[in-house]
């Protein structure tokens, strides 16, 4: 054997025993990170909180203002380097008194039908509205019907979520136009109010909420806009089938107001190597009002606080500084997500790393990432060290609404994904409470999400 | 190039074109499983009538009965080669009235905790039974305490089920000695009954009944076992820390009755090619007598049904003969798996594949196989074409209960493997109602299944 050939192995052979025993201290530090949130995990104690105590949370109203101060003294108890409140203005809307909606035919009484406005909308005059309806599959229907026959009329939107797609996320992507743009386009053909379809993959009897947009239509254009509920979509239709004379009434109170004062809640370990260098985990503080916010965005929120408490816990010392950054105001205006981007290209912050988690705190299957292929290929040597804990979707992908705005040169956004078959049973609907989120799905989920970002902390970012 | 040589690179490439072909076929056909399965599933509705229609279905109930006629005549719908029943002699255990328990310590008043009988117990006396309570973390303990002070005492075994363990079901291992042995080891040391922690990893008020046995101890020996809900587990600990002296008081009225007839139900596709060689799918039809057997293993139930009404709907002509077998006893016997694989034997019908759900009706994450190792490797080649569906799990290991008596030379044993955060959340417990669960997931688990069985029947077992 020549020299060179024998320093080639010895070289192989040192760098694959170093190889192994890194490996073997990321086993270690993993396994101690999910024992830590299985057998002492904080985040479910916290949501019970969150949900229970405080309540919905919708940008602008008490509950999202009790839910900032909650979070900071929480994340002062964890003997962080700091914890502040960042500002950030946010748009307010109200729902008002419940909302009311029943339909009539010819020959029938009133059929009474559980809606509820969407997110945005302007209310119905104050003694409702009433119509007739014209059902479509989506917004490429208007054309087909034209000013002449949707003017003076109700659109209702009835194309619903594909049973058949496995991630119920991209079921969702294919349906929710007729909730955020319906009630633009219909009004543009005249139309006097709009009633969409829940995104529920489910037939019960929740309506569900979310944001809608009129983009750039005067006030006096706009119409109202409500969700009705599965159940009461498949009558409505069937109804409609039967009597196309149909008659909808509802009545909406909601309200849009000025834009007010509120806070993403951020706490921070600073890093012992290169604290000039950020990581952030974060979900969104603020929730939709019908529920308690419990699986959106709740499980976000706890899960980000517990990734800096496991940290503590586990005395790990990150290398760069690692923040939780409960973002406000997700749901309808992203202000926080932006704010956070602004300031921190303000101040010149170095963002190497982000990871959400808004898609649910049911059993995690692993993260999608927005990040360059060298960065996927290093997660992908890293998937056997989560095959213990079952972790194994690691594709490219979307990460998250709020990190999103941080989208740049060298720098890795990711997003938990649990798994997605419930989520749409409760998004954005009354039912979305303490009560459906598993206490061992959520503390898996932060286990996972810190083991993740434990390895960007100690191998960075390529 | 030699035409040798040349020959080589044809025969590669046909090889791999037919390949692909055939892995384009297979992916179709998985496709279609799931398209039905998901757009005009009968799964759920089948579970709707099996639990809320039928409910609980203990071996030689009312309600097995039932079951059994009502299986039999679902399967005749479905246009088979044959439906038919499979006489089972099964034991019978009964649970009388409600069980009441409460504890009393010398400074307070009665407190009144949830408790169920194990199945299989014999009753306490006709008004009851008190004693001082040993707590104990296992039957390991009893050895320490000795007869001289376990004599006249209830045993209390409360080690808890491991929430570090991320598969619940090796946390389930870990602890059911307690409810399986703890009975018959506690009385050979005299004491006069037990009580066991639920097998539950929530701390909750539900008592999880259960199977348990007293072995060969003569019938005067036999002491009355009963499981304890986590609360009150948790409660009666704090509370014989602080008083010792506390006693235990329970009342039950449980019965074992002589053996009665009962069956398996059978359901067939008879193959085109090769219809002496046998491939089974199944699940058990009894379940405990607290909740509606809906997890439990109601699911496995309409799972297994569902899988033969996918392949006749998707028009697929299985080579081997198909059969669905819905189990009874289960979970006090095993007297249906037992008397299946006796009779195969018999009728020295080869079995070449058998498949059973009896992990939930949970999102399935892949299978566990009991099979050589050229097999789990011929399944791994597959592994591609399940990762649309996120089944990543294909490891050796448990496949099911009511199969097992079919192990031997030439076939491949394997369990559907869902999630298993919240199994023991209502397994045996009168929480195990339809409503938990959720139909997508149920229903991804029945196309898994067929996928499963198809791919075994196209190419075989090696």
């Given at each position: ?93 109200t ?75 991209n ?46 239509l ?23 089938k ?45 929730s ?29 010392k ?9 973002y ?49 290929q290093?997660?992908l ?42 989520y749409?049973?409760y ?9 459906v ?26």
């Open positions: 054997m020549t020299l060179r050939l024998f320093l080639s192995f010895f070289t192989l052979f040192m760098g694959l025993t170093s190889l192994n025993a890194q490996t073997e201290q990321d086993s270690i530090t993993l396994r101690k990170l999910y024992d830590i949130s299985l057998m002492q995990g904080k985040s479910y104690e916290w949501l019970r909180t969150l949900t229970k105590d405080i309540g919905p949370r919708l940008s602008g109203s008490e509950g999202a203002e009790k839910a900032v101060q909650w979070a900071k003294k929480e994340l002062e108890t964890l003997q962080l380097d700091s914890v502040w409140l960042q500002p950030v203005m946010v748009p307010k809307w729902r008002g008194a419940a909302e009311t909606a029943y339909f009539t035919t010819t020959d029938s009484a009133k059929t009474t039908v559980p809606i509820c406005a969407l997110g945005g909308s302007v209310a119905t005059a104050e003694n409702g509205l009433s119509a007739k309806v014209i059902e479509v599959q989506g917004i490429e229907d208007l054309e087909r019907y034209g000013k002449d026959q949707l003017k003076g009329k109700l659109v209702f939107y009835n194309r619903p979520m594909q049973a058949d797609l496995i991630e119920t996320f079921a969702y992507g294919n349906a929710v136009d007729q909730r955020g743009a319906g009630a633009m386009e219909a009004a543009k053909y005249g139309a006097v109010g709009v009633i969409v379809r829940s995104m529920n993959l489910r037939q019960d009897d929740f309506p569900h909420t979310g944001a809608m947009s009129y983009g750039d005067p006030d006096e254009q706009r119409i109202p806009a409500a969700a009705i509920s599965t159940n009461g979509a498949n009558l409505l239709s069937k109804t409609l039967e009597n196309p004379e149909t008659q909808f009434y509802y009545k909406m109170s909601c309200e849009n107001h000025e834009d007010v004062k509120s806070y993403n809640v951020i706490g921070q370990i600073t890093g012992s190597e290169s604290p000039e260098k950020y990581m952030v985990v974060g979900g969104h503080m603020d939709w009002d019908l529920g308690e916010g419990a699986q959106d965005d709740g499980a976000g929120i706890v899960q980000s606080m517990e990734v800096l408490r496991l940290m503590k816990a586990s005395n790990y990150p290398k760069h500084s690692i923040r939780a950054v409960l406000m105001n997700e749901e309808n205006g992203l202000r926080g997500g932006t704010t956070y981007a602004e300031e921190a290209k303000k101040q010149n912050q170095k963002h190497i790393f982000a990871l959400e988690s808004d898609s649910g705190g049911f059993t995690p299957r692993g993260f999608s990432f927005d990040a360059s292929d060298a960065n996927v290093q997660v040597e890293w998937k056997e060290l989560f095959k213990p804990y079952l972790i194994h979707y690691f594709e490219k992908g979307h990460s998250g609404a709020d990190i999103g705005p941080l989208e740049g040169e060298g720098i890795v956004l990711a997003g938990l994904r649990p798994d997605s078959q419930r749409f049973d998004h954005h609907a009354a039912n979305d409470t303490f009560e989120v598993n206490r061992r799905e959520l503390e898996l989920g932060a286990a996972a999400m810190a083991s993740l970002v434990y390895l960007f902390d100690r191998y960075g970012v390529k």
